[in-house]
């Protein structure tokens, strides 16, 4: 094994938006991310990839571009060892100088009946791109069906979890289906079906109020069901059953209802709060490992400008990176964020925005919201290709083909 043994500076595992942000951000140290996949998906632009609006390829950023300075190790982390400071990617075992720990957060699973097996995950590239093209098939479905009942049930779509990924991807692809019709005249005069779920006494909760207010007044305009202080009790293929016994015939069943850490941080012997998150200390430094350090949504990060930790969001990751990226290179200084606001898109031409204490909705929410993401996605060629592709989908309709078919090739024999 010692032959086999390499020597890595920074290992960083987890190339999404904290991992990433820290080996482009690390100046005069060599970082090695180990990652499954070669880019960096940038999650808040993951509902317009959905929708059709952004060509899925410019919601992520490959990773060799963002963190020309870093190695790239594509793998799955398997093993630690805190005492060797080794660990072991797909069978390589590697000893670092620091370790940092990205590994961000898993969807958050519950035992209700059925969801495992019918609930449709948002949280990867290729959850949305299925998600799309499962509305699409939808579509089609509904056009061929015999009947009302089976036609009423194509066209109802439930999402639970009712956080910025569950009311955007909502709303973005209510937003496909409406523009999608236009090519389904017999469909026009069925009733869609929008319904959202959620446990909390609000949507968007993490959002000021009269801003999660205003895109429930905005749902609701459009038709979409709100359904609050409400749990799912079961899913089915065909039905969904709400806590309160409201039965819906569906056959889509959107699972957002929040996210997890890493179920392999338990394995890896790293300090966790009751909820699996990785202790760190103010500096990022995980408590007990001077040379190991953890951010991002699989950690608990106490915020110097906060009464709170941080939540799970790419903005406070983002910050995060920046600060451990200067932790690692120079005097270790806390970590502290104030936030600067939140946005949220709402579909075609409707955003929620709050920023230094102003808040914009409507056309100027949209068009804030658009520009914050521009603003913090790396690279200008990927932030001209997604400027490209909105001014496209501003000028032209929608694509509506249903591409289920990519990445699956028929066999040749
Ligand atoms: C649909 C959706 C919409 C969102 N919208 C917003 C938004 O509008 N605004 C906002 O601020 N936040 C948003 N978020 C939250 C945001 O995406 C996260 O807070 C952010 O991505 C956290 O960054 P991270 O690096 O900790 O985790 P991630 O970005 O998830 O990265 C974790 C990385 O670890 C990798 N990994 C996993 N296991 C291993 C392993 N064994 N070995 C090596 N690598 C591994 C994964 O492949 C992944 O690349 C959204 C999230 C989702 C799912």
Request: aromatic fraction near 6%; glycine fraction near 8%; include cysteine.
């Amino acid at each position: 094994m010692a032959q086999s043994l390499e020597e890595r500076d920074v290992l960083v595992i987890g190339g999404g938006v904290a991992g990433g942000y820290v080996a482009r951000l690390l100046r005069g140290r060599r970082a090695t991310i180990v990652s499954p996949e070669n880019f960096m998906l940038y999650t808040p632009l993951l509902p317009e990839a959905a929708s059709g609006t952004l060509e899925p390829r410019h919601t992520v950023v490959p990773l060799r571009a963002m963190c020309p300075g870093a190695d790239l190790l594509l793998g799955r982390a398997e093993r630690l060892d805190l005492e060797a400071r080794t660990a072991t990617v797909d069978g390589r075992t590697m000893h670092w100088r620091d370790l940092v720990v990205a590994l961000g957060a898993v969807p958050r699973t519950l035992p209700i009946p059925g969801l495992a097996e019918h609930g449709l995950a948002f949280k990867s590239l290729a959850d949305a791109i299925y998600l799309r093209n499962h509305v699409l098939q939808q579509l089609e479905a509904a056009d061929g069906a015999l009947d009302d009942g089976e036609r009423s049930r194509h066209l109802t779509f439930v999402f639970v979890g009712a956080g910025y990924a569950g009311v955007e991807a909502l709303a973005e692809l209510s937003d496909l289906v409406e523009d999608a019709l236009r090519y389904y005249p017999r469909l026009r005069t069925t009733r869609r079906r929008w319904v959202l779920v959620d446990a909390a006494p609000r949507i968007l909760s993490e959002i000021p109020s009269p801003l999660g207010d205003y895109a429930a007044a905005e749902l609701r305009s459009r038709g979409t069901e709100i359904h609050v202080d409400t749990t799912l009790a079961s899913v089915s293929a065909h039905e969904v059953v709400l806590g309160d016994e409201t039965r819906i015939p569906t056959d889509t069943l959107v699972w957002t209802a929040g996210v997890a850490p890493n179920p392999l941080l338990r394995e890896w012997g790293l300090p966790l709060d009751e909820r699996g998150r990785v202790e760190v200390d103010e500096l990022l430094r995980v408590r007990g490992h001077e040379h190991v350090w953890a951010l991002g949504d699989c950690a608990r990060v106490p915020n110097a400008r906060s009464d709170m930790p941080d939540p799970p969001t790419c903005q406070h990751a983002l910050r995060q990176a920046r600060r451990l990226a200067k932790n690692l290179t120079g005097p270790p200084k806390p970590y502290g964020y104030r936030m600067l606001g939140q946005v949220a898109t709402l579909g075609r031409h409707k955003g929620i925005a709050e920023v230094l204490g102003l808040r914009f909705r409507g056309f100027l929410g949209w068009w804030v919201t658009r520009s914050y993401h521009l603003y913090q996605l790396p690279l200008a060629q990927r932030k001209l290709r997604v400027v490209a592709d909105w001014t496209v989908a501003l000028l032209f309709r929608r694509d509506i083909a249903e591409l289920g078919q990519l990445g699956h090739p028929e066999r040749l024999g």
